[in-house]
């Protein structure tokens, strides 16, 4: 199944709205920025949220029907989650509205958001905010430490976006078949050649699969800094040659000869559960953990990272300029924040997601929910993932993803 083409997309649509100095406020004077949090709970009692969000991991999927659960309880709040195949879908439908003149009275409330849908939103004033340090919660974000929730693939955020779940690349393999993977790009392709048709990546039109290309682009690009400035002609050449030329080689030992791919990223399980894959990448630490805990993958699944590091970030929830229903969006963000969410969803047996707070400020009874989280021999604890790699400046997905349909996506 073909997914729509999110960077190419995109380019379309902020054509018309494209304003590349449009930072900072976007919703200037609007009252929920100055209201007291007490008035913000008390607009949010009783309202929906309709939270545009991927719809295709069934794990994230129940996080956030159990968010919904204690928002109801906690706040009266009604979070509604709009199952998306592409989060462009959403960003359209602001886009839209903005062009017919809908200022008010918005469709979508809330996007789980990152990198290019951001930087489309921030250069088209679609955001509403800056509404981050609003939040009660935003006080533990650990923003020295974990400084992409501050910078979403190389742009500053500004406060019009809010981290929920952080997440960094790592390769499964099964170690009773692999008990040495290869921990370079490069290694990658001669461990395929002795093992073909044994590992693969999403379809490049699935974020994760264009990850994959950008974890190799940041090892075989002949100058690194170039990927974290905006994509030039002059800079684009050099690192797509050295790209394209590291897949072609790793092509013809891939999964079908390289002719077929999985849709997205947790379609590759069932592949590792039945035997059909070896090894495979994801953007969740803990994944193994949590597949194996769900009979998805063999309890032999073990993550690992490559030696030179691999690319990390987190995931944001925007409010549109023009949500109906901000003020009940603003209370789903900070709940999102909350040590009793993050705790949950670090937990291996839900998502296993490391989480965007700086445990050592939290008060001694929220720093106890993650230390009595359950222990796993298949999640890396943080000193073995090593400090992530940034993520490419958003051009780069969009013209990488551009250049592999023009190769191999006919």
Known sequence: MTLPRRPLLLAALAAPFASPGATGAQTPGHPLLSA???????????????????????????????????????????????????????????????????????????????????????????????????????RFIDRAGKPSTVVDFTVPVEGLAAPWRMAQVVFIADSTRVPDPPRSMEALVVWARANPGRTTHPNVRNFMGVTFLKQALCEVAPDPAALLRPVTEETLRPAADALWAWYDRLRPHLW????????????????????????????????????????QLPPTARP?????????????????????????????????LSAEAQAYGADPRVLGNPTVLDIAALPPAERARFAALPRNPAILQPEALGRPLQEPHPSWMTRITAEWESRYGR
């Open 36 to 138: 007291p949090w007490d008035a913000v709970l008390a607009e949010a009692r009783g309202r929906p949220v309709f939270f545009n969000a991927w719809g295709g991991d069934d794990r994230t999927n129940a996080f956030i029907a159990w968010a919904g659960g204690r928002l109801r309880a906690l706040h009266g709040v009604d979070l509604r989650q709009v199952r998306l195949r592409d989060t462009a879908e959403a960003v359209a439908r602001v886009v839209a509205e903005k062009a017919a003149g809908r200022t008010s009275g918005g469709s979508v409330d809330m996007i789980w958001i990152n990198g290019p849908n951001f930087l489309a939103m921030k250069q088209q004033g679609l955001h509403f905010g800056p509404f981050v340090d609003r939040l009660p919660n935003a």
């Open 256 to 295: 079908r000869g390289g002719r077929q791919f999985p849709e997205n990223g947790p379609a590759q399980r069932p592949l590792m559960l039945d035997g059909e894959l070896d090894l495979y990448i994801t953007f969740n630490p803990s994944e193994a953990a949590v597949a194996i805990a769900n009979n």
């Open 304 to 336: 690992f990272v490559l030696d030179r590091g691999t690319i990390g970030n987190t995931s944001f929830v925007s409010i549109p300029f023009n949500a109906a229903n901000a003020a009940a969006a603003m209370v789903t963000a900070d709940f999102l």
